[in-house]
């Protein structure tokens, strides 16, 4: 084998690499590793300019294998893959070492996280002397989706898709469709019935004939890959039995399962559940829905007090910031004081966030209506409690006011509480069922915040609205277009790439055991009784390896996780 | 000097990694001991790999997998899991301390797991000192 030559790209990251780690140590390390040609480093690798170099370098200075230390390489190895792919080397002939993801954001001893960065950086040019040139295999897109979740972004998703002539698969787990927006009554900025925005799609979702809604139904099992997924649905808490399960055929999942609200018997200094007219925001909106706006008692309430940031920005519940609470607050200080002329309406806030389009506008008209806003600090929650017979209302309600610096008290009749959102309680089952990941409070994870949110780490797998975080209804829907645009452009190419990482038997070293036959998840080995040899169908195959390491005559090769390869990589991280 | 383990990790792919790369984003931090070896799936794992690891100068060696029942390749896991104690018996007549040599299961939401699961084996293996087999099997000696 002639001497590799080695290209080595650290990429900076902007200062999330290089604020840890010693680039330029090692760069210089790097540069004297045997096959070495050139080592470099750059602030973005994955810019442009950052795949340029490496497209550049391949062809001034004849590289013929490249490594990349940057992010994990389940966020950019499609993208170095492709600058290889332009500059005319094959794709495979590329190893990338994480040293964001696994050393610069989880160390903070320099020299300790540069040490392990020329470990990795080390044992990846080690392994990439022995990568060889693979050829993908390409597969069929099925040109079915399956849409989980009824709510506004399922129903904006499956619609987009199925107007564009394709078939789409429903999944409610509810009795009907609508999610949470069902539960709302107007919608803020602009007082926009929810039911009107609702009907309209609901109805088209039902003449529908590319639509199948199931209700009352859930996932049950997924198998397969990108375009060729097999879903196994079932009724919500069957009984397993399969005589109530059906499987379907898609090619791309669509994830819109929404967020739960915050349960607001959770805390305990708020007196929801004990006090009888402190009431959460969905319970107001059924209230709004019902067109009376009265306490327990039947009385119309004079005070109407909004508590903001329940279970939302608190060190103790969820640090962040639910993001409709605000301007949903403002409406009910419309609503209430369009229906309760008379009525008096305190709006007690941390601070008010007013991003989005028209919420400045909305907020301003909200204090032209003489709303007394009071703003209490994070840590010093209101206290409410019982009032006395002479105070002449049901509660009063103490507040730190931090803009006067003074302790108030206010009457109220009736607090709503702004409950945030959450994630579903069972998100992490569902999860699992597709294999995608979930952050710390139980979002699901995109597949980069800025440049890809609806996509996720595993290919034709898509998430949209509430469930990847808090979000308004523009910002859901827009992500489900998103999202039915993602899938859509899959099945507009017809055909989808599969990684070229699958098993083969060498027949020369296999001795007919048939081992591996039974071992294999997916019986993508076979036996062929006539040379009495074991044969692996690539089409099946899945790359798990399982069957590599098996093999007692090691006659079965993982392609680009050969043994040499990972050998190779324990030598370069130890030596 | 003070001792500094070296333990090489081999992650599977769809769970572990993932873990790994979680405990990134949400900025967990924990030992920089552990050197990774991304691998598609746990089953791939061919114990010669660990004593290779060990015989290389390893002080530790982690296998992640996924959680049993949340296989990506649907039963990889088992198969580790079959394959671990063989090893572990052979490792123990080695005079390997079990504490070197870990299986554990990490899911892509398990961050925190992952970052727990490497802090707790660097302080064990930070306890027990370098590993021995090297000079136990007069390795150094040995034409490699």
């Known amino acids: ?575 | 000097m003070s001792f500094e383990p070296k333990i090489v990790g081999f992650l599977c792919n769809w769970c572990s990694y993932a873990g790994a790369d979680l405990a990134g984003t949400s900025r967990i931090h924990y030992p920089p001991n552990l050197r990774v070896i991304r691998v598609m799936c746990s089953a791939r794992i061919d114990p010669t790999f660990v004593l290779r690891a060990l015989a290389g100068g390893a002080d530790g060696v982690l296998i992640c997998g996924c959680h049993p029942g949340d296989c990506h390749y649907s039963e990889g896991n088992y198969k580790a899991m079959r394959r671990y104690p063989l090893l572990k018996q052979v490792l123990a007549q080695y005079g390997v301390e079990d504490a070197r040599v870990r299986l554990e299961w990490v899911s892509a939401s398990e961050g925190q797991r992952f970052a727990d699961v490497v802090t707790d084996m660097t302080e064990k293996i930070h306890a027990l000192g370098p590993s021995r087999i090297r000079a136990h099997l007069q390795l150094d000696k040995v034409e490699r």
């Open chain 1, 1 to 575: 084998m002639a001497e590799p030559r080695i290209g080595v790209y650290i990429c900076n990251c902007g200062t999330n690499i290089a604020k840890v780690v010693n680039c330029d140590r090692v760069c210089e390390a790097a540069s004297k590793l045997p096959g070495v040609a050139v080592a470099r480093t750059y602030q973005y690798m994955c810019s442009n300019p950052g795949q340029d170099m490496i497209v550049q370098d391949v062809r001034q200075l004849g590289l013929d294998r490249v490594v990349v230390a940057a992010c994990s390489p389940r966020m950019h190895e499609r993208t170095f893959r492709k600058a290889l792919r332009s500059a005319g080397l094959n794709e495979y002939l590329l190893e990338m070492a994480n040293i964001r993801e696994q050393c610069s954001w989880v160390h903070d001893d320099e020299f300790a996280a540069t040490n392990k960065t020329e470990a990795l950086v080390r044992a990846a040019v080690m392994r990439v002397v022995h990568h060889e040139p693979l050829e993908k295999l390409s597969v069929n897109m099925c040109p079915n989706t399956l849409v989980i979740g009824g709510g506004v972004a399922g129903l904006t998703a499956a619609l987009e898709m199925a107007d564009a002539g394709h078939k789409v698969f429903l999944v409610e787990r509810d009795d009907h469709l609508g999610g949470n927006l069902a539960r709302v009554d107007l919608t803020a900025p602009y007082l926009d019935s929810a039911r009107d925005l609702l009907t309209e799609r609901i109805t088209r979702v039902r003449e529908c004939k590319n639509l199948q809604v199931m209700l009352g139904s859930a996932l049950k099992n997924l198998s397969g890959f990108v375009g060729n997924f097999v879903a196994t649905i079932g009724p919500v808490g069957g009984n397993g039995k399969t005589d109530q399960e059906i499987s379907v055929e898609v090619g791309a999942v669509v994830v819109c399962t929404g967020y739960k609200e915050f349960d607001a018997s959770r805390i305990t200094y708020f007196g929801y559940g004990k006090l009888p007219n402190v009431i959460t925001s969905f319970e107001f909106e059924r209230m709004l829905r019902s067109g009376r706006i009265e306490t327990k008692e039947g009385k119309t309430p004079q005070y109407v007090a909004i508590i903001h940031c329940v279970g939302s920005r608190s060190q103790e519940f969820h640090g962040y910031c639910s993001r409709v609470c605000c301007m949903t607050a403002l409406k009910y200080t419309h609503e209430i004081k369009s229906a309760l002329p008379g009525s008096y309406v305190s709006d007690l806030y941390i601070d008010m966030h007013a991003f989005g389009k028209g919420h400045e506008d909305f907020y301003k008209q909200s204090s032209e209506v003489k709303t007394l806003f009071l703003m209490y600090g994070k840590n010093e929650h209101p206290v409410i409690k019982r009032a006395a017979p002479e105070d002449g209302c049901e509660m009063l309600i103490e507040v730190a006011e931090k803009l006067s610096g003074e302790v108030i008290e206010i009457p109220a009749d009736m607090v709503i509480l702004m409950v945030g959102m959450e994630a579903q309680a069972d998100a992490d089952k569902l999860a699992r069922l597709v294999n995608i990941s979930q952050d710390k409070e139980g979002w699901f994870i995109e597949s980069h915040p800025k440049l890809d949110p609806v996509a996720t780490t595993t290919e034709g797998i898509f998430i949209a609205g509430t469930c990847a975080f808090p979000k308004d209804i523009p910002d859901t829907v827009a992500q489900a277009r998103a999202a039915a645009a993602r899938v859509l452009g899959k099945i507009a190419r017809e055909k989808i790439e599969i990684d070229a990482v699958f098993a083969e038997v060498n027949e020369d070293l296999c001795s007919g055991c048939r081992m591996c036959n039974e071992l294999c998840p997916y019986s993508a080995v076979e036996f062929d009784s006539e040379k009495r040899r074991s044969r692996v169908n690539s089409a099946l195959c899945k790359a798990c390896g399982g069957c590599v390491a098996a093999c007692p005559s090691s006659a079965i090769k993982a392609r680009h996780f050969t043994d040499q390869q990972i050998v190779a990589q324990i030598e370069g991280v130890l030596s």
